[in-house]
């Protein structure tokens, strides 16, 4: 079986508008996920209203030179997905102000899977919006699909690292999860929580 294993990185950058953040990106994407290894990069909390491509040249390699974006609402929020076209073709599936959705292509082998790059609001009302919205995401059965980001939620009290978890807002996000048949997967510390489709394999 000719299998291709995706590496992406996801991270919550908050704020990408100084060198030391550009650094760090580029640090990473040369050190730890060299420019042959990353595939895709999903960053969330960009704080950045639009993107071109000699912008990205400040983090990015050459070679990740096709991307989509969302972008901020003055210093606030925004997300942007960069990827490799000569790996990866791709269509615009939806997009929205939590999300955007890709459905990718692989060039290796025509494999098509979808992901979802999510940066969720973090205020009580704003976050209740985005589970209610989440959890009715119609995923049909034949579509490999990826959702990772920062969703400003948390599943247990344990993954808080300070008192105060709201349970109300932990049942209602895992029972979205449940809904959507999504099975989360361990993640690298450094990179963003992700969550897999029961039918998607990498």
């Keep these: 079986m000719n299998v291709k294993h995706w590496n ?6 908050r704020g990408i508008n100084s060198d030391t953040k550009w650094n760090a990106i580029r640090d990473h994407l040369s050190d730890h996920l060299s420019d042959n290894n990353c ?12 993107f071109d491509l000699s912008y990205l040249r400040n983090f990015c390699p050459a070679s990740f030179d096709s991307y989509v974006y ?7 929020g925004g997300s942007i997905v960069i990827w490799r076209s000569a ?12 999300a955007t959705s890709i459905e990718f292509t ?9 992901l979802t790059n999510i940066y969720a609001p973090c205020t009580p009302q704003g976050k209740r919006e985005f589970i209610n919205w989440f959890k009715n995401i119609q995923i049909p059965d034949h579509i490999d699909w990826l959702v990772l980001g920062d ?15 709201d349970y109300a807002e932990m049942f209602l996000f895992n029972e979205a999860i ?3 048949g999504l099975v989360e997967f361990p993640s690298k510390e450094e990179c963003s929580p992700g969550l897999i489709s029961s039918h998607l394999h990498f």
């Design 106 to 114: 692989s060039l290796h082998n025509n494999v098509v899977w979808v």
């Design 70 to 76: 969302l972008p901020s609402v003055g210093a606030s």
């Design 8 to 13: 992406i990185l996801s991270w919550n950058i």
């Design 151 to 165: 969703f400003n939620l948390y599943r247990s009290p344990d993954d808080r690292n300070r008192d105060g978890a």
């Design 87 to 98: 790996i990866l073709s791709s269509t615009m599936v939806f997009h929205n102000s939590y």
């Design 39 to 50: 595939d895709v990069l999903c960053l969330q909390e960009t704080k950045h209203e639009s």
């Design 178 to 180: 449940s809904a959507l």
